[in-house]
């Protein structure tokens, strides 16, 4: 969904329009009210949105645009960091920030601000691995 | 013995009787009538019009079925070898497990699609049932296992495999079961542990992936239980060694297979590295990284949270495509339950994080990524996980309306899946199921007689087989066929457009764009109202 994955409000929007037209006919011939319990705008609106939203935490995603070796340091920085909430809340703001597009940035902007986030958290997972790493050591000897 | 536990829920206390693992106790309690409706619902989702959905027996299961039948009434493969441990079929050399079984179920219903497709059905319900049995062994929690046992059942991932001729269903069984009576085997300290390693065996001689994934797996298990290993082995010295032995033997046609021109080319021709871009001019560290970034970035795609949960694999055979290989409202509980097991770390939190993280290192050395088939077996840690992560959300959230609420989104989201697999998915995935197939074969057997000769197209992948298959060919007629996928008898198969320069009427199966000089007798459509083949008299 969208340009190399950085979908918006507006491929939310038309992949809602293009769904309830292909998948209603395909349901023909069964009763109206099972064919509109699946096929509704509300539905397939939420599910679009929830596609878009957590396309961009989707690893595929990141490994277009990032090295898929930092992958793990990424993961640890969001697993073992103390504020999550504070950390979630950052990121999902940006992302909604992306998604409802409201300065129409190019796709080149998107994509340095997307490859800085990861690469940061990456860094941070990093510092944060050795100095466990090295707090470790100094625990055991 | 009747223990009273009090669920999640204070409106809803369930009496649950202690379930032993070996056999389940018939008492006047919950836990029967529960793992019963579970059982039914697996049995129901599974067998249900299991030979017309998919529509279409495809290449590979026409191949397994005839593969089967000629086993069953000759004792060859179609190439007349005795008893193979390895069957050449479409020189992709398919590994002897499900056909054997396929010999099996074709005795017993006849051949036919749902006789092809049973012994999937048949191991995908009593992946259930082990399933259960081993997450009681590892939690003692009734709750988690039943709850694992019910996502298993309606999962979306294991419905699809279990529902066509897939080998790797059948292997994730003796995995599932070898796992178990090891871990049992290991507890109890008993030789049913020889057992389990026979059905780690069985698996490697069911499908590919296993070949990576019990090595690995197996280190972990003796990491992991080391001590425990080391009792058994004081105590079965001799047993192990005798056993030991015996196995190797087991494993040496395997062996022998696998490193056979045959076994690697299986191998060479699925391998990761015909993606990555090297030449002999490439230096060796740019090939090492480029390799090791590949291989990276395929490992990782079977965590992608759109294959997970929003498209599932892009290959039409191996899911819907409009939902994921998961539910999305298991996503959070998914989320919860990986979070809390890294947490934790009680041993069965262990032993299927390092099962997740094993599974899906098969599909990543092989293209294309992500493989749902490949990765079958990271369906069975992550739906731990996600009864996991719901457990303890049930234990924090214990209201009726949260209990009523995720009920509401199970039987929704499953709900969607059975529409979308019975009503979508037959009209949209008809040729990756080889739709129209089966009714062109028909239709030449029906007609062939009035013709001296039959002129099929190469567009038909694999006709042969499905005249094998739906016609009336005698298995010792057919391992006399040197080239078949050519021509045999009256039959001949061509890549371009064919011309009768003869006298002779001909029967000829053509593609949808040609208009041969003759007497157009037939058209074939699938389920989707594509035309598929013109068949023409010329």
Same mark, same amino acid.
């Given at each position: 969904m969208g340009d190399l994955g950085f979908c918006t409000i507006v491929d939310i929007a038309n992949t809602t329009y293009t769904s309830l037209l292909s998948d209603i006919p395909a349901d023909?011939?069964?009763p109206f009210f099972f064919i509109r319990l699946l096929h509704n705008k509300l539905s397939i609106f939420s599910w679009s949105t929830l596609k878009c939203f957590f396309q961009y935490f989707d690893i595929e995603q990141i490994t277009q645009f990032l090295p898929p070796v930092l992958i793990p340091y990424i993961a640890y920085f969001l697993i073992r960091i103390p504020k999550k909430k504070v950390i979630y809340s950052l990121l999902g703001s940006v992302y909604i920030f992306f998604i409802l597009?409201?300065?129409?940035?190019n796709l080149g902007t998107k994509i340095i601000i997307y490859q800085v986030l990861y690469f940061g958290l990456s860094i941070l997972g990093g510092i944060l691995f050795t100095l466990r790493l090295n707090k470790r050591k100094l625990v055991h000897g | 013995m009747v223990w009273r536990f009090k669920s999640s829920s204070r409106h809803f206390p369930v009496i649950i009787s202690f379930v032993r693992y070996r056999k389940i106790q018939l008492n006047k309690d919950l836990a029967f009538p529960l793992i019963l409706g579970i059982i039914l619902t697996t049995f129901l989702v599974r067998f249900f019009a299991l030979g017309n959905y998919p529509k279409s027996l495809y290449g590979d299961e026409v191949s397994i079925g005839y593969e089967a039948y000629s086993i069953l009434k000759t004792g060859r493969d179609t190439f007349g *070898?005795?008893? !193979? =441990?390895s069957f050449r079929s479409y020189e992709d050399f398919k590994l002897p497990s499900y056909i054997y079984a396929t010999s099996i179920s074709e005795f017993l219903f006849g051949r036919n699609a749902f006789a092809v497709r049973f012994p999937s059905a048949l191991f995908g319900t009593l992946t259930i049932i082990t399933f259960i049995t081993l997450l009681l062994l590892l939690t003692r929690n009734k709750l988690l296992s039943f709850l694992g046992g019910l996502f298993l059942a309606t999962s979306a991932w294991h419905t699809h495999f279990s529902? +066509? +001729? =897939? $080998?790797s269903n059948m292997s994730l069984f003796f995995i599932l079961a070898g796992t178990f009576l090891i871990l049992h085997g290991l507890n109890k300290n008993s030789r049913v542990l020889f057992l389990g390693l026979f059905f780690y065996i069985l698996s490697l001689y069911t499908y590919h992936s296993p070949r990576i994934f019990i090595p690995f797996f197996l280190l972990f298990l003796f990491v992991m239980y080391k001590r425990k290993f080391l009792s058994f082995w004081q105590k079965y010295k001799k047993a192990t060694l005798v056993v030991g032995i015996m196995y190797i033997i087991a494993l040496l046609p395997y062996f022998q297979y696998a490193f056979s021109p045959g076994g690697l080319i299986r191998a060479r021709s699925e391998s =990761? /590295?015909?993606?990555v871009k090297i030449t002999?001019?490439?230096?060796f560290y740019e090939s090492i990284y480029k390799a090791g970034n590949r291989l990276l970035e395929n490992y990782f795609s079977y965590f992608s949270l759109e294959f997970l949960f929003?498209?599932?694999?892009? *290959?039409g055979r191996h899911s819907?495509? $409009?939902?994921? /290989?998961?539910?999305?409202?298991q996503m959070p509980f998914l989320l919860y339950g990986i979070y809390k097991g890294i947490k934790e770390k009680r041993e069965e939190d262990l032993l299927f994080i390092s099962w997740l993280l094993i599974a899906p290192v098969a599909g990543a050395l092989a293209?294309?990524? !992500?493989?749902a088939l490949r990765g079958l077996n990271m369906v069975l840690p992550l739906l731990y996980f996600i009864s996991r992560g719901f457990v303890v959300f049930l234990n924090r959230y214990r209201s009726l309306h949260f209990s009523l609420f995720c009920t509401f989104l199970f039987v929704y989201f499953f709900y969607q899946y059975l529409h979308i697999y019975y009503i979508h998915y037959p009209k949209r995935s008809g040729p990756d199921w080889s739709d129209g197939y089966r009714e062109t074969a028909d239709y030449i057997r029906t007609? $062939? *007689?009035?013709?001296?000769k039959v002129v099929i197209t190469a *567009? =038909?992948? #694999?006709a042969y087989m499905y005249l094998f298959f739906y016609g009336n060919f005698d298995p010792n007629q057919v391992q #006399?066929? #040197?080239?078949p996928n050519e021509s045999f008898d009256k039959y001949l198969f061509v890549r371009n457009s064919y011309t009768n320069t003869s006298d002779e009427k001909i029967l000829y199966v053509a593609r949808e764009i040609e208009t041969p000089l003759g007497k157009h007798l037939e058209t074939i459509r699938n389920s989707g109202n594509d035309i598929v083949f013109e068949i023409w008299e010329i």
């Open positions: 023909f011939g069964m597009d409201p300065f129409h940035w | *070898n005795f008893l !193979p =441990f529902r +066509a +001729a =897939f $080998e =990761f /590295m015909r993606d002999s001019s490439t230096p929003f498209h599932g694999d892009y *290959n819907v495509r $409009e939902i994921g /290989m998961l539910y999305l409202w293209s294309p990524n !992500p493989h007609h $062939e *007689n009035d013709y001296s *567009n =038909f992948s #694999k #006399k066929y #040197k080239n």
